[in-house]
């Protein structure tokens, strides 16, 4: 199912052009349809990828 | 002449750095007005820089191999006292109080900085057709972008303008223009330059190098420039090596990795021969070329387009008021950003975790992995599609279809010019290792290409 980014954009107040958005939407629908694939198979104990470090002195 | 060939007449006192850098802004003077690649150039600090270091060598005080090395930076870098736009408008008046880590080390090695070099607007992009600074264009062929976001540094080292001009790489930005302009192109691994003081893109997928005319010059640049910084929160604490390979060094006993699917599925047939040729080249130096697959690269790509998107849109949103200061490509990608949600960020970055896993795999089977950096050569300012084998496809997503998963991975990659194509057009090869494997990789670039790359004529 294709999100409508028109509604996105309103309900989260972004002041995007009607225009603007229309140029974009069939990137994000592909982009959308390409990543929700990936994201179904992702295991839930899967975590993000370290980029933050507790420790500031610590190695990345 | 390479740097570090240029190096080596300043301590013989053969040349010395006044020479070097006049004759490097001669250069300038004579070749810019048509490739544009020098969006500022500092010519009497950068006399004077060379004047001190003049001094400092007849004294017997040598800084090391960049000392009176002329040389230039990617306007994204802060430099204190001189405006860094990011090639951006946002940026236009903007002049930093501070040097980038990066700049710090290269003044601290005596380098001699002539100017900033033109980059594609807020390094958001791969055309360096910018629309507030004008059109970078390729020393090959000025009809064709030099790529980018490091476009102007591409084509200030192939223009043979300076000896070395420093890029940063987000999703491709050194490893394309290297492939376009025909030069040297290294992006470290994440973690091993600071990325202190370069104005960010994604955070978590930025690294910063060198664009160079032969191999041995980006190793000696990452000499001087890789290294823990706890200004950077992403900095590596791990050992630096020396990165300079030997002139001549032997492949022997080494695994190159001939990945089976994806990198060669769709390519100009003229980049597919003369990469292949480059594992001919390696095998002729003792390497045994080692058929693998490689993980799924189509989905680390779009796990990169969601990092970038997501990341992007959150350093610029608060300029996102000012839409009129922006391009309307960049513009584009930003509001895309705006409207993902922070779970996909959030499973984007988890994604990435499982796929450095299945990545990290590859690397007992094969000590690195030749692909070409871009499927194709350096395109026309203005398209917007290319044509490969029949089929039409984005010119952005095309020239990083290649190179963009590897700033997911983190891992190390240099881009090393191995042919041209039928209109005389550089053709790129791409050599990834594993993570802190520059070393390794430089060693491999050095043996396919023991002698400076081929400049256009100018």
């Known amino acids: 199912m294709t999100k409508d980014w028109k509604k996105i954009a309103r309900a989260s107040g972004l002041p995007i052009p009607d225009e603007a958005l229309e140029r974009i939407t069939p990137t994000l629908d592909a982009l959308e349809a390409d990543f929700r694939r990936l994201a179904r198979d992702l295991p839930p104990e899967a975590e993000p990828a370290p980029v933050f470090c507790a420790d500031r002195d610590g190695d990345a | ?458």
């Open chain 2, 1 to 458: 002449m390479t740097l570090l060939e240029a190096a080596a007449a300043l301590r013989r006192r053969e040349a010395s750095s006044a020479e070097l850098t006049a004759a490097a802004l001669d250069r300038i003077a004579r070749l810019n007005p048509g490739c544009n690649a020098m969006q500022c150039v500092m010519a009497d600090a950068a006399r004077e820089r060379a004047r001190q270091a003049d001094v400092e060598l007849a004294s017997g005080h040598g800084r090391g191999p960049l000392h009176g090395i002329p040389i230039a930076v990617k306007d994204l870098f802060a430099t204190k006292g001189v405006r860094t736009t990011g090639g951006s408008k946002l940026f236009e008046n903007y002049v930093p109080d501070h040097d980038a880590a990066v700049i710090e080390l290269l003044q601290a090695g005596g380098a001699v900085l002539v100017g900033k070099t033109g980059m594609h607007e807020l390094a958001y992009g791969i055309t360096s057709s910018n629309p507030h600074f004008g059109a970078v264009r390729n020393p090959w062929d000025r009809d064709r972008i030099p790529g980018g976001s490091s476009g102007g540094s591409g084509a200030a080292v192939a223009g043979g303008m300076v000896f070395m001009a420093m890029g940063s790489d987000t999703g491709g930005s050194i490893r394309i223009p290297a492939s376009f302009c025909g030069v040297v192109g290294l992006k470290p691994t994440y973690g091993r330059v600071s990325r202190y003081g370069a104005l960010p893109l994604g955070f978590t997928l930025d690294h910063i190098g060198p664009l160079t005319r032969s191999v041995r010059d980006a190793g000696a640049v990452l000499n001087i420039i890789a290294g823990h910084d706890p200004r950077d929160p992403a900095s590596s604490r791990r050992a630096v090596e020396n990165y300079v390979p030997e002139l001549q060094p032997s492949l022997r006993g080494l695994r190159i990795g001939l990945p089976e699917n994806f990198y060669f599925d769709r390519l100009d047939p003229e980049v597919e021969a003369a990469v292949r040729d480059a594992f001919r080249g390696a095998e002729s130096r003792g390497a045994q070329t080692v058929p693998v697959p490689v993980p799924d690269i189509a989905a680390t790509n779009t796990v990169a387009r969601v990092i970038l998107l997501a990341e992007a849109a959150a350093v610029l949103e608060p300029h996102l008021d000012k839409r009129d200061q922006f391009g309307p490509d960049v513009l584009a990608l930003l509001d895309q950003g705006r409207l993902l949600p922070a779970t996909d960020y959030i499973t984007a970055q988890r994604l990435r975790g499982e796929m450095q896993r299945a990545f990290h795999a590859l690397w007992s089977r094969v000590d690195c992995l030749f692909t070409p950096t871009t499927p194709t050569t350096a395109p026309l300012i203005g398209e917007t599609s290319t044509a490969i084998r029949g089929e039409s496809e984005d010119v952005r997503l095309a020239a990083t279809r290649l190179v963009r998963a590897v700033n997911v991975l983190g891992l190390p990659a240099v881009s090393i010019p191995c042919g041209y194509d039928r209109r005389g057009l550089p053709i790129g090869l791409q050599i990834i290792g594993p993570p802190f494997a520059e070393a390794l990789i430089l060693r491999v670039a050095q043996a396919l290409l023991p002698v400076e790359a081929a400049a256009p004529r100018l």
